[in-house]
């Protein structure tokens, strides 16, 4: 009797035991596949191209631009790192209205982001730095020997006027005198029309003899260039700057140059002024008229500068992309005030020091773009949500 009771016990218990191992298989198998089955129901929002993030789609395809296929933009692998990473920053960064300003200094449809420094290597990003320097301009512009007889003819008439003053200065008959200042008056106003300053007016007064360079070239001739500068460079060109000239018949020789006037009268057609330079060397080359290549060395000012290769112009704005702590970018729009045959000026948006791409622009670029059109995405569901 007592081991019908041993084995009754011992059965209930099995089976009780049995229960609840299937009870948790069936709890397991439930957990399970409501994971697997959320996992298979999510959905992609978006497709867009890694190179063109304007190209989007809500299905899978191929760019409409360059032929990559589309790629899901939630499953971007750094960027929802990125998107945490920068929003503990933004919560870490202080005012509103220091945010504010970060924003209105982006260029339009882009965004901050990240690149490990492996990513930096492989895409060959290259960084320079802001500096504040002396900047020097290389104002190149076409030339001619100066053929000029009307500004001969000019400077013969007011050496003739003054030497009529010499005659007539002691004259009795006021008039006389009159009429001879009035005449040294006009032909130095001629002069200035034509180009010359008031210290080359007083200097051909010295020298008591008009220059025959402006005729003929020849030994012992002061030759003079006329350079057709725009308007733009004008107001970097100053008496005294020294030229280089060059041209075919010099055959590889350069010549030394210094600028003496420039015009006040601006050519309507051409929007360029005449400015002359007077050779400081001779030779047998040169004649009248021949066309040569003129390039003026001009400073422009201490600014704040950055590599010409930094600068990315979309027509209608430019920017730069400056690269923060720990491998982030952020793209700033600028304000150029100048070019140098190197380097940009740039008004305010930058400090001395700060280190911006000069190489792999056009990657960084494309990566901006497209964490643009990712946060665009995001906060849009994010209202929705």
């Not at 009529?164 to 008056?185: F, H, L």
């Not at 005030?337 to 960084?364: C, H, K, Q």
Request: glycine content about 8%.
């Amino acid at each position: 009797m007592k081991s019908k009771i041993i084995i009754a016990t011992v059965s209930v218990v099995l089976l009780v035991l049995g229960v609840s191992v299937f009870m948790m298989g069936n709890h397991k198998m439930d957990h399970s596949g409501h994971k697997s089955g959320d996992k298979s129901q999510k959905k992609v929002s978006k497709y867009i191209c890694p190179m063109h993030p304007q190209i989007s789609s809500d299905k899978p395809g191929s760019c409409s631009i360059c032929g990559m296929d589309l790629v899901p933009a939630d499953q971007e692998e750094e960027h929802s790192d990125h998107d945490q990473e920068e929003h503990e920053d933004s919560q870490n960064a202080g005012s509103n209205q220091d945010h504010q300003t970060m924003e209105s200094q982006k260029p339009e449809n882009h965004a901050g982001f990240k690149l490990s420094l492996k990513k930096q290597q492989m895409i060959g990003v290259k960084i320079g730095k802001v500096q504040k320097k002396e900047l020097f301009k290389s104002i190149s512009a076409p030339g001619r020997i100066a053929f000029d007889p009307e500004l001969y003819t000019a400077q013969s008439e007011y050496l003739e006027a003054l030497k009529q003053w010499r005659r007539v200065r002691n004259s009795p008959i006021s008039a006389v005198r009159e009429n001879t200042n009035q005449m040294i008056k006009s032909s130095k106003i001629r002069l200035k029309v034509l180009g010359l300053s008031d210290d080359q007016i007083k200097d051909l007064a010295k020298k008591g003899s008009q220059s025959e360079g402006l005729l003929v070239s020849g030994k012992g001739q002061d030759n003079w260039i006329y350079a057709d500068v725009f308007e733009v460079d004008l107001p970097y060109i100053k008496k005294g700057l020294s030229a280089k000239i060059t041209a075919n018949f010099l055959q590889g020789k350069t010549l030394s140059g210094e600028v003496i006037s420039v015009d006040q009268v601006i050519s309507t057609d051409t929007r360029t002024a005449k400015v002359r330079i007077k050779l400081l060397e001779k030779d047998t080359s040169i004649r009248p008229e021949s066309y040569v290549n003129v390039t003026i060395f001009a400073p422009v000012g201490k600014h704040l500068s950055v590599p010409l290769e930094a600068i990315m112009d979309t027509g209608r704005e430019a920017f730069i992309f400056v690269k923060k702590d720990k491998g982030k970018f952020e793209p700033r729009k600028v304000n150029i005030v100048l070019e140098t045959n190197s380097e940009a000026a740039l008004l305010g948006g930058v400090e001395p020091g700060e280190e911006v791409v000069v190489g792999a622009n056009f990657m960084l670029d494309s990566e901006s773009r497209l964490k643009s059109v990712i946060q665009g995405g995001d906060s849009s569901s994010g209202h929705n949500h």
